[in-house]
């Protein structure tokens, strides 16, 4: 089993800064594409951003320019930096990893996933 634990959430003032983090551990082998998603009350997950093992970043529309995504391969580590924060960027932001195991088997794995809120 792999689990996905985020950090760094909470309530932020529009134009302030927060930086996520999201730990895989378990049974890994290896870890392929990381990367967040995103849900608000009442609307569909949505992506935020995803990076692969080699670095290469893919961004939502709505945060390109704001949020950057990097990872730690050698800690199993996903960060998301959020700067310039809206209100609409309030939603639980979760975590996926699609990694091996030890037995060869690949699959995506999610977090639980950790509230981000904007507001004054």
């Known amino acids: 089993q792999v689990q996905l634990v985020e950090s760094g959430g909470g309530l932020v003032q529009p134009g302030g800064s927060l930086r996520l983090s999201c730990a895989a551990s378990?049974?890994?082998?290896?870890?392929?594409?990381m990367g967040w998603y995103r849900q608000a009350p009442g609307k569909q997950r949505d992506l935020v951003a995803v990076i692969s093992r080699g670095g290469t970043t893919t961004y939502g529309d709505s945060v390109k320019g704001r949020f950057t995504i990097s990872r730690d391969n050698t800690k199993n580590t996903v960060y998301l930096q959020m700067i310039s924060l809206k209100p609409e960027d309030t939603a639980v932001y979760s975590c996926t990893a699609n990694a091996k195991n030890f037995i060869g088997t690949t699959r995506d794995y999610w977090g639980k996933g950790t509230q981000v809120t904007v507001s004054s």
């Open positions: 378990g049974n890994i082998s290896i870890i392929y594409t």
